[in-house]
C-alpha cells in the first residue's frame, strides 16, 4: 500500500502520468479526460510534491512507482513520463522492465547524463540571492522564467510555487546510473520533444531517440518544457496513436 497521493480514471489498458519535477501531478489536468477515453490512467504525485509526503528517510523513485502499480493491482502498464518522470519512467524501465509495457518521454532528463541549461548572468545572480534568502518564490519564479517561458497562467503558477521547496532541493535519489544502460530497453518507446523547450533537454531527447532500440520521435514546436499544459490534444492524440499500435 503507497501513502503517495494517486487517482485513477478511465478504462482500458493501463497508463501512469509521471510529473516534472517543478509541479506535481495537476500538470495533467488537460489531457486526463482524453488519454481516459481509451486507457485507465494513473498519476500520482511523487515524494514531497502536491499532495504526497515528503520523505523521513531514503526512499527510491522506481519502489514509489512500483508501490502505486501494486496498490492499482497492476502488473504491468505503459509509463508517460516529463522531465523528471522521464527519469523515473526510465529508471523503472532499466530496472524493472518487467512492468513496463510501453514508454513515451516528454522532454526527458537522463539519470547520469549531464543536463545542460542556460542562464544568463542576470538569472545567475538572482537564483544566488533567493538561495542564500531561502526566498522559495523567488526561485520558483526563475523557475517558470527557464521552464515555462511561454508563460504562466494562474494555475500553472500555483503549481510551481507550491512546490518550489522541494523541487529546489537535493534529491539523491534521481542520481541513478542510468545513461549507459538505455540500448538495452526492450519497451516500445516514443521520445517526444519541444520546439520551445531548453535546448539541453532537446539534446537528451536527441540522445533517447538514437540509443533506444528502435524508439519513435514526435516534436510538438508550439510547446516548452510544460508540454502537457501547453498541447495537451496534440500530445494526447501523439500519446494514443502511439500505443494503439502496440
Not at 45 to 62: C, I, T
Not at 83 to 107: F, H
Amino acid at each position: 500500500m503507497t501513502d503517495l497521493w494517486y487517482d485513477e480514471t478511465g478504462e482500458g489498458p493501463p497508463l501512469v502520468l509521471l510529473h516534472e519535477g517543478v509541479v506535481d501531478s495537476r500538470i495533467w489536468e488537460r489531457v486526463l479526460p482524453l488519454l481516459a477515453q481509451r486507457h485507465r490512467v494513473i498519476r500520482y504525485d511523487q515524494r514531497g510534491f502536491g499532495r504526497s509526503p515528503r520523505p523521513d528517510g531514503p526512499y527510491s523513485l522506481v519502489a514509489d512507482l512500483v508501490a502505486a502499480l501494486d496498490t492499482a493491482g497492476v502488473d504491468k502498464a505503459a509509463l508517460a513520463g516529463a522531465s523528471r518522470g522521464g527519469n523515473i519512467a526510465l529508471a523503472t524501465a532499466v530496472e524493472r522492465p518487467e512492468r513496463v509495457s510501453a514508454l513515451i518521454l516528454l522532454g526527458s532528463g537522463l539519470p547520469g547524463a549531464q543536463l545542460n541549461v542556460e542562464w544568463t548572468p542576470d538569472q545567475i545572480a538572482r537564483w544566488e540571492r533567493a538561495e542564500a534568502d531561502d526566498d522559495w518564490p523567488a526561485m520558483a519564479e526563475l523557475d517558470m522564467e527557464v521552464w515555462a517561458p511561454m508563460g504562466a497562467d494562474a494555475e500553472l503558477r500555483a503549481m510551481f510555487l507550491e512546490n518550489a521547496v522541494w523541487s529546489n532541493s537535493e534529491d539523491p535519489a534521481t542520481d541513478q546510473p542510468v545513461a549507459e544502460r538505455v540500448s538495452g530497453i526492450t519497451a516500445p518507446t516514443l521520445v517526444i520533444t519541444a520546439g520551445r523547450d531548453v535546448r539541453g533537454i532537446n539534446e537528451i531527447g536527441d540522445r533517447l531517440a538514437r540509443d533506444i532500440p528502435d524508439a519513435q520521435s514526435a516534436v510538438i514546436e508550439e510547446a516548452d518544457h510544460m508540454i502537457p499544459w501547453r498541447a495537451p490534444e496534440e500530445l494526447s492524440h501523439l500519446i494514443l496513436d502511439f500505443l494503439s499500435r502496440r
